[in-house]
């Protein structure tokens, strides 16, 4: 081979060298501009996700506030409405106290003890429609069959009559219902 082939052989090599490593360049320059672009994109959405974050944490903080400030307004509108919710019934049964304090003056006097009988059994029949009015029910018991769900059984007693027998022969304490829900159960005595 002649110095002038090598020359051209050399430049040919040379051309061929060159171009692949210019490419190889550009290459790398695109893959680090890509790169970077990337970065670039994921410092964004980074930063758009903590923006997201803060302003869900700060709607969660003023709804967590704002429940809070809701638990206590009805809590203490709540304790309000036991504290006065006996007012009303209160107030319904002054007129019978008043009735009571007449029949204690009137005893101090009295002769006629029929006159006296007479005006207890006004009081009494008052208080038990006022109590009737509010809902407040006498629970039956004498010579019904005994119930577990109204009834309580003191005792237990021979049955003086052979129908009597599972059933009450005597209420020691009457029971009351309160709106369908036992208040009082009755205190009785069963026949067996």
């Given at each position: 081979?002649?110095?002038?082939?090598?020359?051209?052989?050399?430049?040919?090599?040379?051309?061929?060298?060159?171009?692949?490593?210019?490419?190889?360049?550009?290459?790398?320059?695109?893959?680090?501009?890509?790169?970077?672009?990337?970065?670039?994109?994921?410092?964004?959405?980074?930063?758009?996700?903590?923006?997201?974050?803060?302003?869900?944490?700060?709607?969660?903080?003023?709804?967590?506030?704002?429940?809070?400030?809701?638990?206590?307004?009805?809590?203490?509108?709540?304790?309000?409405?036991?504290?006065?919710?006996?007012?009303?019934?209160?107030?319904?049964?002054?007129?019978?106290?008043?009735?009571?304090?007449?029949?204690?003056?009137?005893?101090?006097?009295?002769?006629?003890?029929?006159?006296?009988?007479?005006?207890?059994?006004?009081?009494?029949?008052?208080?038990?429609?006022?109590?009737?009015?509010?809902?407040?029910?006498?629970?039956?018991?004498?010579?019904?069959?005994?119930?577990?769900?109204?009834?309580?059984?003191?005792?237990?007693?021979?049955?003086?009559?052979?129908?009597?027998?599972?059933?009450?022969?005597?209420?020691?304490?009457?029971?009351y219902i309160l709106h369908d829900k036992v208040i009082r159960y009755a205190k009785v005595v069963v026949g067996e």
């Amino acid at each position: 081979m002649t110095s002038k082939e090598k020359a051209e052989t050399k430049q040919t090599k040379s051309k061929h060298t060159v171009k692949p490593e210019r490419e190889k360049a550009h290459t790398e320059r695109k893959h680090a501009h890509d790169q970077e672009h990337e970065k670039e994109k994921i410092k964004a959405a980074l930063q758009e996700s903590e923006e997201k974050n803060k302003e869900l944490h700060d709607k969660y903080l003023r709804l967590s506030a704002e429940f809070d400030n809701y638990r206590k307004r009805t809590l203490k509108e709540k304790a309000e409405l036991i504290k006065t919710a006996g007012d009303e019934l209160l107030i319904k049964i002054l007129p019978v106290l008043d009735n009571f304090e007449r029949a204690l003056k009137a005893l101090e006097g009295a002769n006629d003890i029929n006159a006296l009988k007479e005006g207890v059994l006004i009081i009494y029949n008052h208080f038990k429609d006022f109590i009737q009015q509010q809902g407040v029910k006498e629970i039956s018991a004498l010579h019904e069959p005994f119930n577990i769900d109204v009834h309580e059984a003191v005792t237990t007693i021979p049955s003086p009559d052979e129908e009597l027998k599972g059933k009450i022969v005597d209420v020691i304490e009457k029971g009351y219902i309160l709106h369908d829900k036992v208040i009082r159960y009755a205190k009785v005595v069963v026949g067996e």
